[in-house]
């Protein structure tokens, strides 16, 4: 049948590209991950969870509580575009709360180095005011580095999601609750929430996913035990050619994340039911 | 009008921007009065009843509810709930929840609550469907809900946006008398924003017309019908068929000079503030008689024109002529039908003649379908 020929020689390359670059080496890493010296076993796994089970904890509470606060950061910039009443102030947060989004990760890790150092610009601002002694300063390179630099680059792309749902939520659902006595937060949480609750969830979930493959924030911000997986694995890579344990570590990463993505699947199966 | 109603409005004036959508609004209504805001789009009645609801300050003016200035007060304040076209009922929550809402927001306890949405369930009928999602509800269904939502808080005034728009027509020709009797049963101040002339007349106490952001006319449904106050208003309420003639007052009668397609006439004045001069004249086309030109001695007082069926048609009930008067075209029911080119008298009694001075006929223009290039008097 030359058409269906036809049809599947225009999808070819799009298909190979997608099975070369993509299938290909995630089978092969998966496969990587359970060989030990020629030989499949579990011996790559044993390793990690010997190592790095502390990192593992960490990185999933350091990614969840970012994910929290995302969320409640994006709802609070979304809300306000939506329900302000000052139109002023609603044009500035219009026009500031996207900047983020188009600074890398890596520059994010280098302006928090230099912002959150014991001796950096936070504290200065703090000590210039009076508000902390010099000797009360303390660093804060470590996880609350990671939780800060991810909320403050990701929460962008989630308020830029929710912002937009909720634009699109029929006014008149608003100012139906507005008119029946419920403030502003009221008609936050139980009126537009809940309307835009599964755009807040694919957004949640895409940062999830997203923070779970940063490599530059947790290796600027948060030099030091314990660190994020994607640390680990570059140092398994780097410093001991040590694939198979990487491999491991990759593996418990892409399992973490489908989780999250497994959540978000049957959450859209049961709206749909 | 009546001195210090229930709800006032006072001088009550509203800009969009630059434009202004509301000028001079003095309104009063009583307590337990259905008043029908009737307007074709873009004439404000919705700015003026989103004005009421508190969702829009005046620019000038104030709103009165018992003596109390609820001008600036905000939404929930002001004792009002708003029935929205679109139905607005939240899509997460259930029936019961959506009506049990404006309660929970007043700190009425759960059992309360279950009570009271389960007797606002049976009054409209709801029962049964508490558990539902608006979006497995009907288009009937959710109207009541959304009523039911307005009315669970108690409100004293129900304002309601043309809350049958989106029903079909037979559903609707129902809902009508059911809201009707219901406000009526619950003793409520309604005031129901609509661009139906019939739905208007059919449920209201008084109707309100607004024609660019002033009110043309309020009376009774059957004051408006009978005696417009403007050829606006008497084209809104269906008298489109339009001449224009001359006449003088003469005592108590107006009299209408001959024209091209009209015998000398003379109608009582009545009340009516005619001063002598060109005149806009305007009737229905069911009031008319069509006549044979043979039969105009036996009609009485009135006036007659002469003219030529230009067209027929027949939409139910009665045929409808397009009757050619010189450059004129009128449209005339007849119960039986004349062919095209035949020549016929068109009666118009005394009564149902509507006369303006034709400088107040700017308005009308946009709502009458005569043809371009009628003949000015």
Redesign the interface.
């Known amino acids: 049948m030359p058409r269906r020929l036809l049809g599947l020689l225009l999808v070819l390359p799009a298909l190979a590209v997608i099975v070369l670059l993509f299938i290909l080496p995630l089978v092969m890493s998966a496969v990587g991950a359970f060989e030990v010296e020629g030989a499949f076993g579990w011996g790559n796994f044993a390793k990690t969870f010997d190592l790095y089970t502390k990192d593992i904890v960490f990185s999933v509470v350091i990614i969840a509580l970012s994910t929290g606060l995302i969320g409640i950061a994006s709802i609070a910039i979304g809300g306000y575009l939506t329900l302000g009443e000052h139109p002023v102030a609603v044009a500035i947060l219009r026009f500031l709360y996207r900047w983020p989004m188009f600074i890398p990760f890596i520059v994010v890790g280098q302006i928090l180095r230099t912002f959150l150092a014991k001796n950096g610009m936070m504290n200065n601002t703090f000590i210039s005011f009076g508000l902390l002694t010099p000797i009360e300063a303390q660093s804060f390179l470590d996880w609350r580095g990671i939780v800060i630099a991810f909320v403050w680059k990701q929460t962008p792309f989630v308020a830029l999601l929710v912002a937009g749902a909720m634009a699109s939520v029929?006014r008149?659902?608003i100012?139906?609750?507005?008119?029946?006595?419920?403030s502003r937060l009221?008609v936050l949480i139980?009126?537009l929430v809940?309307?835009v609750?599964m755009t807040l969830t694919v957004g949640l979930i895409l940062s999830f996913v997203t923070m779970m493959s940063v490599l530059s924030v947790p290796l600027m911000i948060n030099a030091q035990s314990p660190t994020m997986l994607t640390a680990d694995i570059a140092f398994r890579v780097n410093s001991y050619g040590d694939y198979g344990v990487a491999n491991a570590l990759g593996l418990v990463s892409l399992v973490l994340a489908s989780s999250v993505a497994w959540i978000y699947l049957r959450a859209s199966l049961k709206e749909r039911a | 009008m009546e001195r210090g109603g229930f709800l006032e409005l006072r001088g009550v004036a509203s800009r969009y921007g630059s434009t202004q959508v509301l000028a001079d609004i003095d309104l009063s209504i009583s307590k337990g009065e259905f008043v029908a805001l009737l307007g074709s789009s873009g004439c404000g009645k919705t700015t003026l009843l989103r004005l009421l609801?508190?969702?829009i300050s005046p620019s000038a003016g104030e709103v009165r509810v018992g003596h109390r200035d609820v001008t600036h007060l905000?939404?929930?304040k002001r004792g009002?709930?708003?029935v929205?076209?679109?139905?607005?009922?939240?899509?997460?929550m259930t029936a019961a929840q959506n009506i049990g809402?404006?309660l929970k927001?007043?700190g009425v306890s759960r059992t309360e609550i279950a009570t009271r949405v389960a007797a606002m369930q049976s009054l409209l009928g709801l029962d049964g469907l508490e558990a539902r999602k608006p979006s497995a509800l009907s288009g009937g269904q959710r109207q009541r809900v959304a009523l039911g939502?307005a009315l669970a808080?108690d409100p004293e005034i129900l304002l309601l946006d043309e809350p049958l728009s989106n029903l079909d027509a037979r559903i609707r020709l129902t809902v009508r008398h059911e809201l009707r009797a219901l406000q009526k049963r619950l003793g409520i101040t309604a005031i129901h924003v609509t661009h139906d002339r019939e739905e208007a007349m059919v449920m209201a106490d008084r109707i309100v017309i607004l024609n660019a952001g002033k009110i043309a006319q309020q009376g009774t449904p059957e004051e408006v019908y009978n005696r417009p106050a403007s050829a606006f208003v008497a084209a809104f309420m269906g008298a489109e068929n339009v001449i224009h003639l001359d006449g003088v007052r003469d005592g108590g009668q107006f009299v209408i000079a001959e024209g091209a397609a009209n015998a000398k006439a003379s109608v009582p004045l009545l009340d009516r503030p005619l001063t002598s001069g060109p005149v806009e004249a305007r009737f229905r086309p069911e009031t008319a008689r069509l006549l044979t030109e043979g039969e105009v001695a036996a009609v009485g007082s009135g006036i007659t024109f002469r003219g030529e069926v230009a067209a027929v048609s027949y939409p139910g009930g009665h045929w409808r002529h397009m009757v050619r008067l010189g450059q004129t075209e009128i449209m005339a029911d007849g119960t039986q039908a004349f062919e095209p080119g035949a020549r016929v008298a068109v009666h118009v009694p005394a009564e149902a003649l509507f006369l303006f001075n034709a400088s107040a006929n700017e308005p009308a223009s946009t709502v009458s379908r005569t043809t371009p290039g009628k003949v000015y008097a």
């Open positions: 029929n008149d659902t100012e139906a609750a507005r008119n029946l006595g419920a009221r139980e009126i809940p309307q609750a | 609801a508190g969702f905000p939404p929930d009002m709930a708003l929205f076209q679109s139905y607005a009922l939240w899509p997460h809402y404006g927001l007043k939502r808080v």
